[in-house]
């Protein structure tokens, strides 16, 4: 399995931008297509982007595209996401996560997650 440790998160007003760090251990962590995932107060985990284990393909869901956007470096062992124009709806625990099959399904490991709190 990839462990991963995120960070990056924060309090943003309604427009601005974070980045998002997931940082990976484990397994080789180029071999593995890796995603992002969040969870709103009382609701689901739901999930945010794709990338492949060489970057070189992306998937997005329908409320982020356009606005977020999924990279990695390999050689930092290292998955980004690049969030603009935030929402008040895009708050949210923000996880990422090796997948086990593309492009939304998760390995059942995760971190602690990072924290984005977007006021309107």
């Known amino acids: 399995q990839v462990h991963v440790v995120e960070s990056g998160g924060g309090l943003v007003q309604a427009g601005g931008s974070l980045r998002l760090s997931c940082a990976a251990s484990g397994r080789t962590f180029s071999n593995y297509a890796m995603g992002w995932f969040r969870q709103a107060p009382g609701k689901e985990r739901e999930f945010v982007a794709a990338?492949?284990?060489?970057?070189?393909?992306?998937y997005y869901a329908d409320p982020v595209k356009g606005r977020f956007t999924i990279s990695r470096d390999n050689a930092k062992n290292t998955v980004y996401l690049q969030m603009n124009s935030l929402k008040p709806e895009d708050t949210a625990v923000y996880y990422c996560?090796?997948?086990?099959?593309?492009?939304?399904?998760?390995?059942?490991?995760w971190g602690q997650g990072t924290q984005v709190t977007v006021s309107s």
């Open positions: 996560a090796a997948l086990a099959r593309w492009a939304t399904t998760p390995y059942d490991d």
């Open positions: 990338i492949t284990y060489n970057g070189g393909g992306t």
